[in-house]
């Protein structure tokens, strides 16, 4: 078939969708569908339990839901007391992937062996850079990501088994490579779709993930101490957050019908790239920036809500009426992930010369609430979601856009990894939810009665 015969089917059969492939909203109401696995209050349908993590943003008094300050709990312990109990002291994300992995807080010897492991199952397999990466490149870093944890199969002795030695084995190997995949994944696509030099340097077996990641990324491999510790932080404050998220949903999904710890992860990877999931953080940097460029003086605040007001009405940016980054499908007056982040990264924005930006970013945060009620005329709460100054930080880091929803994967195999473990432990039910077909039955129709799918 030619390429224009080709185009032409594609547009019949794209025609023939859109004219007949709308299902009538009111029937989600009739037959009480909840979409998005949403109840009516917004709240998400109950459909598993976890010991993983677990994210609270409201109270019930009397019957009503009364929002509170959000909190997050990691295997029952609160995030912010594990951040406290390692900020400044140590880098966090391996203890943090070790408590989501066995349910425990590891001894200073458990952390020790556990970092080990992670050093000695860091490098790929020989071949695999050049061979699945290199010679394979991707516009898109997360794709990249999905075909390589798939590749990771082939080079595995014992891949399908699901005996609990052998996934707990093969997750700690995956969270272990996640920033080499994405490292290397990247200059992949720098080199190739960019054109600009290749760079390709060795995990060091003495640096962490976030200081690996720093090294991996940078033409000189070369970090501050505040850079790798505030990069940690991200880790640790993405690396979980409950079972309802929908890439820790797919994880057990996927999970629950047996398949293979690659194919699991790699459908996970494929929920976190859609940006109402993942790539929101990418959404609220370039909405800033394009802030920064219309808003003249920064310190300004009627420019500033002058200029969100234009956003809600759909008058600038993208003209989607959405202030990217603030608000969140769980959370009401505030995301513990932003308070932590705000509060550690302020050093710095000092350290990098961008204090003024930041600024900026804490006026936006202040001020789009109060916009959002002005123009909105409702009382929902709204907050500032973690996606909002991930992007921020990441730039402060210097690292690429392209890269903001890889590191967030490269957080999330922890907590992947959990919830995973917990589907092969206590799951024990393939899911299969329901679908009600509304298309009317209809009999067969030869060829003489049939009508071009154009002729609508």
Request: proline fraction near 4%; charged fraction near 25%; glycine fraction near 8%.
């Amino acid at each position: 078939m030619s390429e224009n015969n080709d185009n032409v089917m594609v547009r019949k059969i794209s025609n023939a969708v859109a004219n007949r492939g709308r299902i009538d909203p009111a029937l989600y109401g009739k037959y009480n569908v909840k979409r998005g696995l949403r109840n009516n209050d917004g709240t998400g349908v109950l459909v598993g339990l976890t010991e993983v993590g677990e994210v609270m943003s409201y109270i019930v008094d009397d019957a009503e839901r009364v929002p509170v300050e959000g909190k997050l709990f990691y295997r029952g312990y609160e995030v912010s007391d594990l951040v406290k109990g390692f900020y400044g002291k140590r880098f966090g994300f391996e203890e943090v992937s070790f408590l989501l992995l066995t349910g425990e807080l590891p001894t200073e010897a458990e952390l020790a062996e556990y970092k080990a492991l992670l050093a000695e199952k860091r490098p790929l397999p020989w071949g695999f850079t050049e061979d699945m990466i290199l010679k394979a490149p991707s516009p898109d870093v997360m794709n990249k990501l999905a075909r390589s944890v798939l590749a990771l199969y082939s080079y595995d002795e014992n891949p399908d088994s699901t005996d609990l030695n052998n996934v707990i084995r093969q997750c700690i190997e995956l969270i272990a490579r996640f920033p080499v995949l994405i490292a290397y994944g990247y200059m992949a696509r720098r080199h190739y779709v960019e054109h600009q030099s290749l760079f390709i340097h060795e995990p060091k077996p003495e640096y962490t993930t976030a200081e690996n990641f720093l090294h991996l990324i940078r033409p000189d491999g070369q970090f501050t101490e505040l850079e790798a510790r505030v990069l940690d932080l991200a880790l640790c404050l993405h690396a979980e957050h409950g079972g309802g998220n929908n890439s820790s949903f797919v994880t057990h999904t996927v999970a629950s019908t047996g398949s293979d710890t690659y194919s699991v992860i790699a459908a996970a990877v494929g929920s976190l790239k859609g940006p109402q999931h993942g790539g929101a953080s990418n959404k609220a940097f370039a909405m800033m920036k394009d802030l920064q460029e219309n808003v003249s003086d920064w310190t300004d605040d009627q420019q500033i809500k002058a200029y969100l007001t234009k956003i809600l009405k759909k008058e600038a940016y993208d003209k989607s009426g959405l202030i990217y980054g603030i608000g969140h499908a769980v959370y009401t007056l505030s995301d513990p992930r932003t308070k932590l982040l705000t509060k550690y990264a302020h050093d710095l924005s000092v350290e990098c010369g961008k204090e003024d930006l930041y600024n900026l970013y804490l006026s936006v945060e202040r001020l789009a609430p109060e916009v959002f009620h002005e123009v909105k005329k409702n009382d929902k709460i709204v907050c500032a979601n973690v996606d909002f100054f991930a992007g921020l930080i990441y730039s402060m880091l210097g690292i690429p856009t392209e890269l903001f929803t890889p590191i967030f994967a490269c957080a999330r195999i922890a907590g992947w990894s959990a919830h995973r473990i917990e589907e092969l432990v206590s799951g024990g039910r393939i899911m299969r939810p329901a679908f009600k077909s509304v298309k009317k039955r209809r009999p067969y129709d030869d060829f003489d009665s049939r009508k071009d799918i154009l002729d609508i």
